[in-house]
C-alpha cells in the first residue's frame, strides 16, 4: 500500500469546507498550487516520490511521532520539519510535510466556551 493509500486512509472520510482563503495557506503555496484540490493532487504525487527516496521515506515513516496525529491546514511546514533529527530531513522535507498536510490536515477550530 503506498503512502498517499495509507493517508487517505487515515483522513476522513468527509473533507470539511475550508472558509479561509485556500492560497494563503503555506503548504498550498509550497506544492505550487492555486487552491486546495490542486494541492491535494500535487501533494499525492509529491508523496508518491517521496516513498522512492529514503530520506523522505524515514520522515514519512515518523511524521505522525515528531509532529503529533493531528495536522491543520494552517501548519507550517518548514518549522515541522525541525521537528526532525537532521539525518531524517533534507532540502524536500518542508515540501513532503506541505504534502502530508493537505492530504490530511483539518482546518484548525476554536472551542467553543
Known sequence: MGI???????APSRRPAVRREQGSLKAVR???AQGLEDARRQGARALEKAWRCTC???LLAHV???????LFLDD???V??????????????ARVLA????????????VAV
Open 4 to 10: 498517499v493509500a495509507i493517508l487517505n486512509a487515515w
Open 30 to 32: 509550497m506544492l505550487g
Open 56 to 58: 523522505c521515506r524515514s
Open 64 to 70: 505522525f511521532e515528531r509532529v503529533g496525529s493531528t
Open 76 to 78: 507550517d511546514p518548514e
Open 80 to 93: 515541522l520539519a525541525q521537528a526532525f533529527e537532521d539525518s531524517e530531513r533534507d532540502r524536500f522535507s
Open 99 to 110: 504534502a502530508c498536510i493537505v492530504m490530511v490536515g483539518r482546518e484548525r477550530v476554536a
